[in-house]
């Protein structure tokens, strides 16, 4: 590796979080936290970086890379479904850092990224408990930022494990809170509930670095007629921005670049995350725009001859989701079987596999998410703060009386809010 700027090098002495620090004393990788990357983003205005899942060794590989070549901060994140004690992948909680570490030293990769835990559900109160135990663990693993995702509640139980589960997270980390599942045009996020659970955490001196909002996207594969509502998004962030916290945009696959340019346009959006996409190109599945995958008249993927993964592989892959019951939607769920075999096919495969998902990434970086060149805003972000945490955005501005159990009880029961259809939506 080439001698490193005078800038890195002080960024990379006093701006890795503490267990970074402990985890990997020696690296010259630049692992920080989240609201390092937000602030990054929102110092160069009308931007957001991806959150790319790194559903597997190769997709995380090729987004670093594209982040490097795009000199843009970058998030590498698994959610509690993919990478949980339940998990359908092989990358998960505990070991997303290591990898990470790993591909930036062996790669030079110099530009700061962020560990983040996606989606951590929490489904039902009982589920606070195991939470609490839990998440501690997520952070001695490397982890620089969580999302806490307790939308399946009513708002007022939201608001409240929040508040509960905050006490086990780093004051240093990156945090993101979410209101509505992501499922579409129904059920769609609203200003006063948004408002509700931001101004709740306001008054406890919690200030979020971001907010995801069910504002007309799904998870997945397939497309909504409508997708990402951007006027709905742009009017939910402006009421929020007393309270200084930006948007992160779930269910980012299925709409065009045109639409993700007007959410970084126009909105306070500096996070958006991509799965499925990056999935679906590292195999070598043809995508649309959209970064959907793209079926035949038989409703099958159409797999690219010499992209992604052998056609052997491919057909082996095909057969076990056949066998399985699985539709082209739970195709996510060959990656932990299948994460072994992929690395073991021979380097060009790897390699094109890699850099398919590193050209992608980089479209949407440079022409779509304005993210290039916001690596040394983040470097300035860290020398600024003389340390890993650059403090919040917000300041308090609730009164903590006003935010009782009863009142809030009381005040989420004013609220009018259509959490949409039961599902599974947890990535």
């Known amino acids: 590796m080439p001698e490193m700027p005078a800038d890195f090098k002080k960024a990379l002495e006093i701006g890795r979080p503490p267990n970074i620090v402990k985890l990997f004393p020696n690296s010259r990788a630049l692992l920080v936290s989240g609201k390092v990357i937000d602030r990054a983003l929102l110092a160069k205005g009308k931007a957001m ?36 004690a339940n998990a359908y992948c092989a990358v998960n909680y505990w070991n997303i850092a290591r990898q990470v570490d790993c591909l930036c030293n062996e790669l030079g990769i110099t530009v700061p990224v962020a560990i983040h835990a996606d989606h951590y559900g929490i489904k039902k109160e009982a589920d606070l408990d195991f939470a609490k135990v839990e998440i501690p663990t997520l952070f001695e693993a490397g982890i620089t930022s969580i999302a806490i995702d307790a939308s399946h509640m009513p708002d007022d139980k939201n608001l409240l494990a929040n508040l509960a589960l905050n006490q086990v997270i780093p004051d240093w980390a990156g945090l993101e809170t979410e209101i509505g599942e992501i499922k579409g045009s129904e059920g769609l996020s609203s200003a006063p509930e948004a408002l509700f659970l931001v101004r709740g955490l306001n008054a406890f001196d919690i200030f979020p670095d971001w907010i995801a909002l069910n504002n007309g996207t799904s998870h997945g594969i397939e497309a909504s007629d409508q997708g990402i509502q951007v006027e709905l998004t742009a009017e939910i962030h402006e009421k929020l921005k007393p309270y200084g916290v930006s948007g992160a945009q779930h269910g980012t696959s299925g709409n065009s670049s045109d639409r993700l340019r007007a959410i970084a346009a126009t909105t306070r959006t500096t996070k958006a995350n991509v799965a499925t996409a990056l999935q679906m190109i590292s195999w070598g599945v043809e995508v649309n725009d959209y970064g959907n995958a793209k079926l035949d008249e038989s409703g099958n993927f159409i797999k690219l001859k010499s992209e992604g993964v052998t056609e052997a592989l491919w057909q082996e892959m095909r057969d076990y989701a056949a066998r399985q019951g699985w539709s082209a939607g739970n195709y996510k769920k060959l990656n932990l079987p299948f994460e072994p075999k992929i690395m073991g096919q021979p380097r060009a495969v790897r390699e094109r596999m890699a850099k398919r998902v590193e050209d992608f990434v980089y479209e949407l970086l440079v022409e779509v998410f304005n993210a290039e060149d916001t690596a040394p805003l983040a470097i300035q972000t860290i020398i600024a703060a003389g340390s890993p945490d650059p403090g919040p955005e917000g300041a308090r501005i609730e009164n903590p009386a006003d935010w009782t159990g009863e009142k809030i009880a009381a005040l989420a029961g004013e609220l009018d809010t259509d959490k949409g259809p039961e599902g599974d939506f947890d990535d």
């Open 49 to 84: 970086t991806i959150a790319a899942n790194g559903r597997s060794h190769l997709v995380i590989r090729g987004a670093l890379m594209a982040a490097q070549r795009a000199n843009a901060a970058i998030i590498i994140e698994i959610a509690r479904s993919e990478g949980g």
